[in-house]
């Protein structure tokens, strides 16, 4: 069963930063795109950022400017720093692997952003 294992959330103050973890086997991540998707309570998820095989980026218009999406291809793991967070970005952060290898999901960690 392919695990998607993410790291990396917890209480923050608005301002400050956070940065998000994903490791996910070499067979899915060498083939897929990664990307950082949220849930705030009530709420839909939403898709936060994607990052591409070919290293291309998109963000959704809530954050760009504030969180970076990036990969190491050596560690098989995908990075979501998040700077200048707000409280409404307060959410459970789900990693996602989606291509020819597959759909998958990570466990979510929660992000919560304090006024």
């Known amino acids: 069963q392919v695990q998607l294992v993410e790291s990396g959330g917890g209480l923050v103050q608005a301002g400050g930063s956070l940065r998000l973890s994903c490791a996910a086997p070499e067979s899915i991540f060498r083939v897929n795109a990664m990307a950082w998707y949220r849930q705030a309570p009530g709420k839909q998820r939403e898709l936060v950022a994607t990052?591409?095989?070919?290293?291309?980026?998109n963000y959704a218009d809530s954050v760009k400017g504030r969180f970076t999406i990036s990969r190491d291809n050596a560690k098989n793991t995908v990075y979501l720093q998040m700077n200048s967070l707000k409280p409404e970005d307060t959410a459970v952060y789900y990693c996602?692997?989606?291509?020819?290898?597959?759909?998958?999901w990570g466990q979510g960690t929660q992000v919560t952003v304090s006024s």
């Open positions: 996602n692997s989606v291509g020819p290898g597959g759909n998958y």
């Open positions: 990052i591409f095989r070919t290293g291309n980026t």
